[in-house]
């Protein structure tokens, strides 16, 4: 194997500048709107006492945990030490942090009073997972940052194993103290379950890798750098795992609820009769983001279409992620707080009825603008920083007397 | 020649030695420098007068052990259907809108419930419970909401970011966020735009010895459907009462502890 070369992106010129300057006209159009916000108070958003939480939390919550997931491929090269992983480990260190700074910038600017956040690092209620959470994340950006140091400075690089092992613990704690958010929740049927941690680090797993293969194929096809059909084949198996392993969580969430007699209203309003989250769970989390990236990723096909097989599973699970995020957080409190079990319950504050939600232009622009702050970061960052490997063929990045089996180096092709 | 002299010398021949590679390494600690002091000057004050605010009296435990916890009795059986006198007296004490939209703050609303298998009905009020160990409490990331030693569950509006896991976290809906410009605020309520807000239990009434303002308008109906007093006082009408009769609370499973009792449901 030869030593791995990397390079900034240079790319089209046009093309480039026009992408940055769209993202950033997003972000702040994002920043615009949280203003907005804050003067006029939040009833300009589809959010109310009923829906506390909604598009800008869904949006958040799905960049924070493909954040972490998008770290697993870095932490597959240098925790468990397979080499074909490691050209790709620098662009899952950057994805990890411009995905993490895109959900906060929407959970941050979405706060009531987002210039009170100081409050929050010197007071820190630690019975609050909220409270540990914001020392998960910062933690994680600096240890991610350092991380990228010790694996783009060579004289460090002895230090990539050990970093990169604190980096991995962490997100693993990051990833549980987000699922715990929801988890913790004893008051909301749709939450208050163990189960969560463990299915949102799963959902981390599958998210992160979708993302992670839709930006270096995207980047490599401008770029006309190649990715090795044998690292794609690889990365095929490893997506096909991750989305099975959040559909078993699933059907272990929903078959818990189930059995437990006090929660199959809340099943019932899901799987059956909720309406849009009913339409969400099983054509969008259950159909898109699982069953379809499946059937394209187990089904044997030539080693040339791994790749358009790869992107469109990588699509498909990303859209079913919001879907399922978003069925978990709006569908959750869309069904009525049970009071009074067994009761028909009603009152001046819609107790006992299904609250509906309607995101209103304000919020849909600030999630959509916490996107644009990832895809910003990583614009900027690939080509100010070598962080792409100026090649992913198969003979470039597999050790010498591992087997070759797999077919040629095919490029990619948007 | 002064200190002051010295100094100005030196930075001129600083300016005028900026090809030495020296220079401009010692001017820019020195900006440096200055800029580490403005910054440490502005957050100072703001960050000691935070932290003598840490010395107040607050909890975010579950502390039910002082000599005075105070609570609510309310008997369901007295309380009328049609009536609402302690939600337009909460109301216009505290300068709510009164409004019913799903954005707008109710610190207490009337809730009916009725067993669909044997049509028994009750209407009652449901405010915060000012539970013992109140799960808005909890997971409030910064400590705004908080647990007098007197049972009481307020929010420190100051320290409020205004994430509304609180409201998330409330099993009776009794937190509400303020998502309007506010207007008329009442002095003794103060409400702040961004911020979670709830049943304050008219503290600064309880504080002068009187009731809160929804007992006081359900004893002036005469419906004699809510008892307030402190709980831990074996004395006080409320605690001999919850010593006598059967009560409830809401959610008693999840064992939070409320300080609000319900007779008749």
Redesign the interface.
């Known amino acids: 194997m030869a030593t791995l070369q990397y390079r900034e992106m240079r790319g089209n010129d046009v093309a480039y500048w026009g992408a940055v300057f769209a993202c950033g006209l997003v972000a702040l159009a994002g920043l615009g709107v949280a203003l907005y916000m804050r003067m006029h108070g939040h009833h300009v958003t589809g959010m109310n006492n009923q829906i506390v939480w909604g598009m800008p939390h869904v949006f958040a919550v799905f960049l924070i945990v493909a954040a972490s997931g998008a770290l697993n491929v870095a932490s597959i090269a240098s925790v468990f030490g397979k080499a074909p992983y490691k050209p790709l480990a620098r662009l899952s260190g950057l994805l990890a942090i411009a995905l993490l700074i895109g959900g906060l910038w929407a959970l941050v600017l979405d706060l009531g009073r987002p210039g009170h956040l100081l409050a929050a690092v010197l007071y820190p209620n630690f019975r609050s997972i909220f409270a540990w959470n914001i020392y998960l994340y910062s933690g994680f950006l600096m240890i991610v940052g350092v991380y990228l140091w010790v694996m783009m400075e060579r004289r460090l690089a002895h230090h990539v194993s050990t970093v990169g092992t604190v980096a991995f613990l962490w997100r693993l704690a990051l990833t549980t103290g987000t699922g715990s958010i929801f988890g913790f929740l004893a008051a909301r049927s749709a939450y208050d379950s163990a189960v969560l941690a463990p299915l949102f680090i799963l959902m981390s797993f599958a998210f992160g890798l979708a993302i992670f293969m839709l930006v270096l194929m995207a980047a490599f096809a401008v770029e006309g750098r190649v990715i090795g059909a044998r690292l794609m084949g690889r990365l095929r198996a490893l997506l096909a795992v991750f989305v099975a392993a959040v559909l078993y969580f699933v059907l272990v969430y929903h078959l818990t609820n189930l059995y437990i007699v006090g929660r199959r209203g809340i099943e019932a309003f899901v799987l059956m009769h909720g309406g849009i989250y009913t339409w969400l769970f099983w054509g969008g989390q259950i159909g898109i983001g699982g069953v379809l990236p499946l059937v394209l990723l187990l089904r044997r096909v030539p080693a040339e279409r791994y790749a358009r097989s790869l992107a469109l599973a990588s699509g498909g699970v990303v859209l079913g992620g919001f879907a399922q995020i978003y069925v978990l957080i709006v569908g959750g409190q869309s069904y009525p707080l049970q009071m009074f079990p067994g009761m028909i319950v009603r009152s001046s504050f819609f107790d006992g009825v299904v609250h509906p939600y309607v995101p209103r232009w304000p919020e849909t622009v600030l999630a959509v603008s916490a996107l644009a702050v990832s895809a910003l970061i990583v614009l900027l960052a690939v080509r100010l920083l070598p962080f792409l490997p100026e090649t992913l063929k198969d003979e470039a990045i597999t050790p010498a007397g591992e087997a070759h089996e797999a077919p040629a180096s095919l490029a990619v092709h948007p | 020649m002064s200190d002051k002299q010295k100094g100005d010398t030196k930075d001129e021949d600083l300016w005028a030695d900026g090809e030495s590679g020296h220079a401009p390494d010692a001017m820019r600690r020195r900006i440096l420098a200055m800029a580490g002091s403005a910054i440490a000057l502005t957050l100072v004050p703001g960050?000691t007068l935070?932290?003598r605010d840490?010395q107040g009296k607050r909890t975010?435990?579950g502390a039910d052990k002082g000599p005075v916890r105070y609570g609510l009795l309310i008997d369901a059986r007295h309380c009328q259907t049609d009536c609402d006198a302690c939600?337009h007296a909460c109301q216009t004490y505290n300068g709510l809108s009164g409004k019913?939209?799903?954005?707008?703050?109710?610190w207490i609303?009337?809730?009916?419930?009725?067993?669909?298998k044997t049509r028994f009905t009750r209407s009652f009020p449901?405010m915060c419970q000012h539970c013992a160990d109140a799960?808005c409490?909890?997971?409030?990331?910064?400590?705004?909401s908080f647990k007098r030693p007197d049972g009481i569950v307020l929010v420190d509006k100051?320290?409020?970011?205004?994430?509304?896991?609180c409201?998330?976290?409330?099993?009776?809906?009794a937190r509400?966020?303020?998502?309007?410009?506010l207007t008329d605020q009442k002095p003794w309520a103060p409400r702040?735009?961004?911020?979670?807000e709830g049943c304050t239990m008219c503290v600064e009434r309880v504080m002068k010895g009187r009731v809160p303002a929804c007992v006081e308008a359900c004893q002036k109906t005469g419906h004699k459907a809510m008892v307030f007093g402190n709980l831990h006082d074996p004395k006080s009408a409320i605690a001999q009462k919850l010593a006598d009769v059967a009560t409830t609370t809401?959610?008693a499973d999840?064992g939070m502890g409320p300080s609000v009792h319900y007779r008749g449901?």
């Open positions: 960050v935070f932290a840490l975010t435990k939600v019913d939209g799903p954005d707008h703050a109710q609303r009337k809730v009916t419930i009725t067993d669909p449901v799960a409490v909890a997971v409030c990331p910064t400590g705004a100051h320290r409020c970011i205004g994430c509304r896991y409201l998330m976290a409330c099993p009776y809906k509400s966020f303020v998502g309007h410009t702040g735009k961004g911020t979670a809401i959610r999840l449901i």
